[in-house]
């Protein structure tokens, strides 16, 4: 699958069949995600990979998301911040909240690649879950992704055009090229 195609065509999916993805290509996915950007190379963070029935039914009870409970495989993306914070002070918390970004986005082109669905799941029991884990108190889960196979086609989005946030040089100024009055073609008081 060509790279924008990729971005293009994922989407959250909510509704899925009951048929099981490969754990393999998942663990695949999860690993493209050693490759995103880390402040000072410093790798902050951990996946769990559940694929018990009952613990994915409590995430979706712990999430008050029940669409969550049909799929078969879970990923919980989850961050130490610690060494990161220890480099960087205060801006180290940010660069940790932003490089879990860029590897999640690693992680759903992949899944995108490979014909599977997922929905990032930010809205959960932070407290619950990490008890239910056993993931020690100074992590933060940063998204958890249910993965399966779409049983649904979401409608098309809206898009806005990029004219609507792209300025040039400064927030002033949305054209690349400055417009120049053509000289002399028009009458004084024309612009
Ligand atoms: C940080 C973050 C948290 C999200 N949390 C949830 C969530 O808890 N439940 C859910 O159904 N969708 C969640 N979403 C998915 C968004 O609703 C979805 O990406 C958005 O509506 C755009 O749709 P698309 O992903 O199909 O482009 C989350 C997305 C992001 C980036």
Redesign the pocket.
């Known amino acids: 699958m060509k790279l924008n195609d990729a971005i293009q065509s ?3 999916i ?1 509704k899925f069949k009951d048929k099981k993805p490969d754990w393999r290509k998942i663990i695949e996915a999860i690993d493209s995600a050693r490759y995103a950007p880390m402040a000072g190379n410093i790798f902050t963070l951990k996946f769990v990979l559940v694929d018990k029935k009952e613990i994915i039914e409590k995430i979706a009870e712990y ?1 008050s ?1 029940e ?1 969550i409970a049909q799929t078969d495989y879970l990923v919980v993306f989850i961050t130490n911040p610690e060494r990161t914070e220890n480099a960087y002070g205060k801006q180290g918390t940010v660069f940790c909240r932003q490089q879990a970004g860029a590897a999640i986005q690693n992680f759903l082109l992949k899944i995108e690649e490979f014909g599977y669905a997922t ?6 029991n932070e407290n619950k879950i990490k008890t239910l884990l056993k993931i020690p108190e100074e992590n933060n889960i940063e ?1 958890i992704f249910p993965i399966g196979y779409a049983n649904e086609k ?1 409608k098309s ?1 809206n898009i806005r055009d990029l004219n609507n946030f792209l300025y040039f040089n400064d927030f002033k100024n949305n054209r690349m090229k400055e417009i120049k009055k053509p000289e002399g073609r028009y009458p004084e008081g024309y612009w």
């Open positions: 994922r989407r959250s909510r999430s998301q669409f929905c990032w799941i930010g809205f959960f998204g979401p989005r």
